[in-house]
DNA sequence: TGTAATTCCTCTAGTGACTAGAGGTTCAAG
DNA sequence: CTTGAACCTCTAGTCACTAGAGGAATTACA
C-alpha cells in the first residue's frame, strides 16, 4: 500500500496531478485510511504508470482514457489502440517538419545583426516581417 | 481605417484573439466609432502581423511583448532581441530532438501489433511499459 | 506516551493562449 | 428605411495541470 506521497515518488507524477487524474476519472478512487488518507495498491501504481508513458508520449487525456477503457479488450477494438498510435505518429511527425522549418529561420534571425548592434537590430525587423521567411509557417502547437 | 473584422481577415488572427490581445496590452486600444465600434490603422495592422509572426515562431506573449518594448531602442538594449532569438532557438533545438525520440517509440510501438490483432495487443502493453523505450524521454512540450 | 515534523486533506484560484456563446447594438447595402 | 451582417461586452470553457490557504492525520523519535 502506497500513500498519495509515495505512489509520486513511485510515478514521478506530482501529487496533486495524482489527485486531478481521480476527479478525471483516470484513476479509481482508491481505499482511505481512517483518517481520510488515500491509500493505493500495485494495480494503481501501474495504471498511473501507462497514463504517465502515454502523456509522455504527446497523448491527450482523451486518448489515454480511450487506451484505458480497451483494457481486456480483445479483436476489432484493439484496433482502437492501433489507431490512436498510428495518429499520434503522423501529428508528432508533422509538428516536426513545422519545428524544423521554424529553425531554419530563428537561425537567420538571430545570426542577421551578429555584432553589429549599432544601429536598428535586424532582429526586430525580421521578427515583423513575415515576407522573410522560406515557406509558409503555422503554429508550432 | 480598418475594422475588426478586416484587420482579422488581413492578419489571419481571429476576433477574439485581437480584443484578446487589447486586454494584455500587446496592442494600443483603438480609435472607436460614436458607435463604439474599433477603428484601426496601418501601424495597428504592422503591430498585430508582428505578434502573429511572433506567435508562429513559438515565442510566449511575454517574449512577445519585450520585442516590442524595444521598438525605437538602440544599442544594448538590442541585445535583450537577440537573446531572445537564441534562447528560442535553443528551446526549439532540445524540442525537435526530444520530439524524435518519440517518434522513434511510436513508430516501434505501432508496428508491434501490425496485423496480429487476435490476442492481447502490443500497442496497449508497448504504450504501458516504459522500460520498453530506447531511453528516457521528457513531456514534449 | 508526548510532541514535533511531516504528510495529508479539501477547496479555490491561477496559468497560457485563446475560444465560444449569450444577449444586445451599430453599421452598410439596397 | 429596413434588413442582415458585423460589432459590442461579459462570462465561462478549454487543456493539463500547478499553487496556496487553512486545517487534520500520520510518523519518528525521545
Same mark, same amino acid.
Given at each position: 500500500m502506497y500513500s498519495i506521497g509515495n505512489l509520486s515518488r513511485h510515478t514521478q507524477v506530482k501529487i496533486p496531478t495524482i489527485r486531478f487524474y481521480e476527479d478525471k476519472g483516470l484513476?479509481? @478512487?482508491?481505499?482511505r485510511t481512517a483518517g481520510n488518507q488515500r491509500r493505493y495498491d500495485d494495480t494503481a501504481l501501474k495504471r498511473l504508470l501507462f497514463i504517465r508513458h502515454c502523456r509522455d508520449l504527446g497523448l491527450p487525456l482523451t486518448d489515454v482514457e480511450g487506451l484505458l477503457s480497451l483494457e481486456g479488450a *480483445? +479483436? +476489432?477494438d484493439l484496433n482502437q489502440a492501433h489507431e490512436i498510435a498510428?495518429?499520434?505518429? #503522423?501529428?508528432? @511527425?508533422?509538428? %516536426?517538419? =513545422? $519545428? =524544423? *522549418?521554424?529553425?531554419?529561420?530563428?537561425? =537567420? %534571425?538571430? !545570426? #542577421?545583426c551578429d555584432g !553589429?548592434?549599432? /544601429?536598428? &537590430?535586424?532582429? $526586430?525587423? #525580421?521578427? +515583423?516581417?513575415?515576407?522573410? &521567411?522560406? +515557406?509558409? /509557417? #503555422? /503554429?508550432?502547437?
Open positions: 484513476l479509481p @478512487r482508491p481505499d *480483445s +479483436g +476489432g498510428e495518429r499520434q505518429l #503522423a501529428d508528432l @511527425r508533422d509538428r %516536426i517538419s =513545422r $519545428l =524544423r *522549418s521554424l529553425e531554419a529561420e530563428l537561425t =537567420r %534571425i538571430s !545570426k #542577421a !553589429k548592434h549599432d /544601429h536598428v &537590430c535586424a532582429v $526586430l525587423h #525580421a521578427f +515583423g516581417d513575415h515576407n522573410e &521567411c522560406a +515557406g509558409p /509557417h #503555422a /503554429h508550432s502547437k
